[in-house]
């Protein structure tokens, strides 16, 4: 297998994003900030342990970070079903505290790209690690489904986007040709499973100037300037 390496590029090439027909986009870190996710897990979940099990949040946190970190790159680690039955914590229902709600928010010129993509009558998909019930609480507040052909949650193909029999799964559910599509994330690790699935077509959005990943990706540091690239 041949693999190419890309160095980064500010500039995205325009001609490459038209010649698409599909557009795989991720939604957390793209579309939605993951500062919430990040103080949920962190921060939130931590303090509900603590004065569940009355001890301090320093012991809180060791506990639920070693085993939230013991699930990292695992089905389990997204699945809210699986956390409140190890923690015994309605995690659905603290995601649906307003507290929490209010912290959600759109990455800064998302939702411009998405509508003219849109109005371009571009052919989006969804595809999300985010368990079912997470993107059911989340589309409570955003509504983004109207962009989409389909919403796909890793948990309904049987794997998470790390591994790389999601993308050949994804690949037949939705009937498309890889070689004209388009995979928009902020992990490589999915970049990087996608393409040994044979997609080669990437958005990788980070701001990690001297990544040395070897894949075919477009490097930008926001979601939003990909407006100006249609």
């Known amino acids: 297998m041949i ?10 090439n325009n001609m490459e994003l038209k010649d698409n027909k599909y557009y795989l986009i991720d939604l957390d870190g793209v579309i939605l900030d993951t500062s919430y996710d990040n103080h949920f897990w962190q921060v939130h979940i931590p303090d509900v342990y603590a004065k569940k099990k009355s001890i301090s ?4 946190i060791k506990v ?18 699986y956390w409140s ?26 939702i411009e790209v998405l509508d003219k993509m849109k109005k371009l009558n571009k052919e989006l998909y969804l595809v999300t690690n985010a368990h079912k019930k997470t993107l059911e609480i989340k589309l409570q507040k955003f509504h ?9 949650c890793s948990h309904e193909l049987g ?23 388009l995979l928009i994330e902020d992990t490589m690790d999915n970049i990087s499973s996608a393409y040994h699935a044979g ?12 990544t040395n990943n070897k894949v075919n990706a477009q490097y930008i540091k926001a979601f939003s300037e990909l407006a100006s690239s249609f």
């Open 3 to 12: 693999i190419y390496i890309f160095t980064r590029d500010d500039t995205v």
């Open 57 to 60: 949040m320093e012991d809180s």
């Open 64 to 81: 639920t970070h070693s085993l939230f970190n013991y699930k990292k790159k695992t089905k389990d680690w997204y699945d809210i079903d």
């Open 85 to 110: 039955n190890i923690l015994d914590i309605d995690i659905k229902a603290e995601k649906e505290k307003k507290e929490n709600m209010n912290r959600m928010s759109y990455k800064e010129g998302a």
């Open 144 to 152: 983004i489904k109207k962009y989409f052909k389909q919403m796909i």
């Open 159 to 181: 794997y998470i986007k790390e591994d790389i029999q999601f993308w050949h799964v994804l690949r037949t559910k939705l009937n498309i040709n890889y070689s004209k599509s």
């Open 199 to 210: 997609l080669r077509n990437f958005i990788y959005i980070t701001d990690d100037k001297e």
